[in-house]
Structures are given as C-alpha cells and as structure tokens.
C-alpha cells in the first residue's frame, strides 16, 4: 500500500503571498489531518476532514483553511503568508478521525517564507 | 487549558540500557493517547492506548496507560543506537490532537 504523499516537498515563498498544500493519504482511509511542526512550538494540529468535511479546527487563524474532495485527498491554504508561518507542515491518513485509529504521516511539506 | 507533558525533555543512554520516558496529561473528553517516534522525518506511530492498565508491547518497546493518574509511559529495554530519536506523546479527544513537546533520546555505542 502506497503511504502518504504530500507535495511540494519544500517550498519558498514572500510575506504577503499564499501558498497550497496538498496531501494524498493512504487508499481506503477517509480521515486527514494537517499538522505545523515548529522548532518553538512542537506539533500543533491545524485541523481534520472527514469525508469532505472539516470535523475539527486548531487555535489556529482564518488565513489557514483547508478542503478535503471526494477522493480523500486534501489540500491546505495559507493566505498573507507570515514570517512565522515557516515551518514543517504534516498531514496524517487515518481510518477513521484520528482520535479512534493510528494516524501515519506523510513526508511533510517545509515552508520557509522570506 | 488541556496540554500534554513530556519528560524528560532530553536523554542520553548507553546502548543496553532501559529507558523510560513520560507523559503526562490534562485533555477534556479523553478519548485517546498516541506514542510516535519521529527521526529525520514524518512521525511514526508505535502505540494507541485506550484503556488503564493494559501494556502493548513490541519487541523491546511497550506501553502502559493510566487513566486515574493521566499519565502514560513509554519503556525501551536494551536500547540500540536506531533508537534514537524523538519520541512524541498526543492524546486525542472528540476535537483535538495535542501533541507533547517529544523526549530527544540519544543512545551511544
């Protein structure tokens, strides 16, 4: 079974721009969830889909939003990218939500914003 | 506010030795808690608990819940140097996944 795949892999971008991320989970499993991993703040969950559906958001801004289409594939927007926002980006494949089943990782996406 | 507590936050060990590392926890409507090992890249699971007191074990890994006391622990018995790396504690509940800050074990020849 093919695992998680996430592209870009790596990704430079300018304050001010936005920015798409996208995420293939693994077949069969309907539930993915985006993740930003940071050296400061460790692993912060942005939200989940489910079904098409965003069924839970992290303390995160509105600038970070996502969608999730009847493939299960998902992808993750961030508009009027900030310096900050460099970081690590994961999302994870699971079953079902990613409370009830192991959730596996894809590669990541690392954002650096100049 | 739930957060997840991890410790220690870094630990170096001889190869054979046993570890065990931490976590600690306060999340409202716990449904879940996750153990991964993450090295130089995405995170990989090894364990979900869901009830006290049952371990899981793999191989020379296991793990052990405790519901009353919010805490988990994650043992590795005779450690080899491919353990080391960053071990990450999340506890999940109908909304979230909180993830801990990880344990850095590094493991010498």
């Known amino acids: 079974k093919a695992g998680v795949t996430q592209t870009p892999r790596y990704l430079i971008k300018t304050r001010g721009q936005q920015v798409t991320l996208s995420c293939s989970p693994i077949s069969g499993h309907r539930s993915v969830s985006w993740y930003q991993q940071t050296p400061g703040q460790g692993l912060q969950f942005l939200f989940e889909y489910f079904s098409e559906t965003q069924r839970n958001k992290g303390n995160f801004p509105g600038r970070f939003s996502g969608r999730q289409f009847s493939n299960s594939r998902s992808e993750m927007n961030v508009s009027t990218l900030e310096l900050g926002d460099s970081a690590l980006y994961l999302c994870?494949?699971?079953?079902?939500?990613?409370?009830?089943?192991?959730?596996?990782f894809g590669p990541g996406t690392r954002l650096t914003v100049l | 506010e739930d957060k997840v507590v991890q410790s220690p936050l870094s630990l170096v060990v001889h190869e054979g030795d046993t570890v065990t590392l931490n976590c600690s926890y306060e999340?409202?409507?716990?449904?879940?808690l996750l153990w991964y090992k993450q090295e130089k890249k995405a995170p990989t699971f090894l364990f979900m608990l869901t009830s006290s007191g049952i371990e899981k074990k793999s191989g020379r890994l296991s793990s052990i819940l405790d519901k009353k006391e919010l805490f988990s622990i994650l043992n590795i018995t005779a450690t080899q140097t491919g353990d080391s790396a960053v071990y990450l504690c999340?506890?999940?509940?109908?909304?979230?996944?909180?993830f801990g800050a990880g344990t850095r074990l590094t493991v010498k020849p």
């Open positions: 999340v409202t409507n716990f449904r879940s």
């Open positions: 994870a494949s699971s079953f079902g939500g990613h409370s009830y089943n192991e959730q596996f």
């Open positions: 999340a506890v999940g509940n109908n909304n979230d996944m909180r």
